[in-house]
């Protein structure tokens, strides 16, 4: 215990604890955990226990801040006081010297120093996080209270402009409300209008009528009259047309939406270790890969996993703690996809893509072809399409100087090709090497575009149409001059989020099915290191492939991970 928690503040400090005579404390021993005088120190205690440590009790603060280094030995054992103690009895929960063990204490359970110290140690360690996290905690509480009058005014204006908004929305469905009746009444009008001018018309001719009428029923001329009577007989048997009674228009009152009044909506400022994801490990598996690029899970819970820089592909199936291999295939593999039960692959070497019977493992030629480029990635959406990245002529790295031409083909499930991108609206090229691809429900395109040999990249974002509508190269709170983005794979998310995988500093970035940055989750945290593939699980789990990085280590194998997530 230090001596300022020995004599707190306002309490009176005791006297010497030897001679009681209330002289000034001066020494304490720490082995008998005494207060002493210095007549006491010299004249009593040395005389009965000349080998304990004394120390002033002004020195005492520094020697407090040394006293966790105590060890088993800077004590003397009980029962035999000239030895020193060497062990912790578990058994008997006390220090021990070696001639206790041979004595009582043989059989039991103990503890040396070194174990004692790496105990220590571990605890020391999760000392300093705990104090760094309460540092930073501390941090923020002070930064935010430093901002308080900042985030009051932004509170404030942020409300303001809700309410400016309410008073412009009510403005403008007023002025509409009166642009409305205004239109009512013009239209009544025109309408009463136009309805008196055909009456009126109508009268006129009845008068005209009536007066030919009486001319020839009063005339003394026959011949005029039987001329004339005839033409007026007929016109007697018209029928005067109905007048039309003019209608009000009617008003159909239209559906309130709220989005037309506006949205509260996250700000795009990034809070650092904040991310909307929660991944925890609740099983893994070594595989006798050294790299797990391709990750395919079929209905019957078996799994399809290649590794496309040693030429292997394997069908799996995960058991409680070994992966049990059912078939091999030595062929290049540059990607792999379920489709109704079968296995469609590119091996990078023709055109055509090869179709394997899930049951029979019998490799055929597919109906999918994209002559003349060679296939790359291969991804199939919830419509059955077929998304095929290629390039001519073949490349199987990034790019080396010889890719002429990259595209993405989308093809329906009979092959037919659906549509085709390559070059932007300005003729250029919108892809450097198409290495992976991947459509959101939206109808976006998510390619990742290797732009060198190691691998640095960024992820380009197609619409529909093959308009570009962004490019993401990572977020600079992970990714530096010296930290690249190298994205490996990606993967949609039953929600929509897009997860591109960052191999080679272990982080998942996550984007919204615009393309937009929304957060990142550090694979380091969980366990897992170099991740290269993404793949959903028929238990709705992720599976995250892992394997060596960049070092050469000749007995490797890589993992794959079952991930639990939520919150994407």
């Excluded at 010297?97 to 790496?118: M, S």
């Excluded at 809700?162 to 009746?181: C, F, M, P, T």
């Amino acid at each position: 215990m230090a001596f300022s928690k020995s004599l707190p503040k306002g309490q009176i400090p005791v006297g010497c604890q030897l001679c009681e005579s209330g002289n000034k404390i001066e020494w304490k021993c720490t082995d008998c955990n005494l207060l002493m005088c210095d007549r006491c120190k010299e004249k009593v205690h040395l005389r009965i226990a000349n080998d304990h440590n004394i120390v002033n009790i002004k020195e005492m603060r520094e020697h407090e801040d040394t006293w966790d280094s105590f060890v088993f030995s800077d004590f003397k054992c009980q029962d035999h006081p000239n030895k020193f103690c060497s062990l912790f009895c578990r058994t008997c929960n006390k220090v021990i010297c070696l001639k206790c063990v041979v004595k009582v204490h043989n059989g039991h359970n103990f503890v040396d120093e070194e174990e004692f110290a790496d105990k220590k140690e571990k605890l020391k360690d999760g000392q300093k996080k705990i104090l760094m996290d309460l540092s930073k905690l501390s941090s923020e509480k002070e930064t935010r209270n430093s901002h308080e009058d900042n985030e009051d005014h932004k509170h404030k204006n942020l409300r303001q402009n809700i309410l400016d908004q309410e008073k412009k929305l009510h403005s403008a469905v007023g002025q509409y409300a009166d642009n409305l009746v205004q239109d009512v009444e013009r239209h009544c009008r025109i309408m009463k209008q136009d309805e008196d001018t055909k009456i009126d018309k109508k009268i006129k001719k009845i008068h005209a009528k009536n007066e030919a009428l009486e001319s020839i029923i009063t005339t003394r001329d026959f011949k005029q009259f039987f001329e004339e009577f005839d033409e007026l007989s007929v016109s007697l048997n018209e029928d005067m047309s109905q007048n039309s009674i003019y209608s009000f228009p009617n008003f159909v009152p239209g559906k309130f939406t709220l989005l037309n009044f506006g949205t509260l909506e996250e700000s795009r400022r990034f809070r650092k270790h904040h991310s909307i994801a929660e991944l925890k490990v609740t099983n893994q598996w070594t595989t006798e890969l050294k790299d797990v690029h391709f990750i395919v899970e079929c209905n019957d819970s078996t799994l399809w996993i290649a590794d496309f820089t040693n030429y292997v592909m394997q069908h799996v199936k995960l058991e409680k703690d070994k992966v049990k291999i059912l078939s091999v295939f030595d062929n290049p593999i540059f990607g792999i996809v379920d489709i109704s039960d079968n296995i469609l692959v590119s091996t990078g070497l023709e055109s055509n893509l090869k179709l394997i019977n899930g049951k029979t493992h019998k490799v055929t030629d597919s109906v999918y072809d994209i002559s003349p480029f060679i296939p790359g990635d291969v991804f199939v959406n919830k419509d059955q399409k077929v998304f095929v990245t290629g390039t001519f002529p073949w490349s199987a790295s990034p790019p080396t100087g010889r890719v002429l031409s990259c595209i993405v083909t989308v093809m329906d499930q009979t092959g037919k090709h659906l549509i085709q991108y390559e070059k932007d609206s300005n003729n250029k090229p919108l892809f450097t090497y198409p290495f992976r691809v991947a459509s959101t429900r939206n109808g976006n395109v998510f390619v990742v575009d290797s732009l060198d040999k190691d691998f640095r990249g960024r992820v380009v974002v197609v619409d529909p149409a093959g308009n570009i509508k962004g490019i993401y190269t990572g977020h600079p709170e992970v990714n530096t001059e010296h930290k690249p983005f190298t994205p490996s794979d990606l993967f949609a998310t039953p929600s929509d989020y897009i997860l591109v995988v960052d191999w080679k500093i272990h982080v998942v970035h996550i984007l919204n099915n615009e393309g937009e940055f929304v957060s990142y989750y550090c694979l380091n945290d969980i366990g897992i290191r170099y991740p290269t593939n993404l793949a959903l699980s028929t238990s709705g789990r992720l599976y995250i492939g892992a394997g060596l990085g960049e070092k050469s280590q000749h007995n490797f194998r890589a993992k794959i991970y079952e991930v639990e997530y939520s919150g994407i």
